[in-house]
């Protein structure tokens, strides 16, 4: 898995929920837009990766509701 990928999800959710506590609810979460399920789930490959870390910028922007 590629390290770098996963900093930046770190780091982007952090800016999205303000803490680590909130991040990680977020990802134990299931979610329909995900078809019901837990973002951490989406994290098998590098395509679930960036699919999650842009998800999460579309929230702290607010185009993702």
């Known amino acids: 898995m590629n390290l770098q990928l996963l900093k930046r999800l770190d780091e982007e959710g952090l800016k999205t929920f303000d803490s680590k506590v909130n991040f990680d609810k977020w990802m134990n979460t299931s979610w329909e837009f995900l078809n019901d399920r837990k ?23 607010g185009i993702f509701a």
């Open 39 to 61: 973002p951490k789930d989406c994290l098998e490959n590098e395509k679930g990766i960036k699919r999650i870390t842009n998800i999460l910028i579309q929230i702290r922007h």
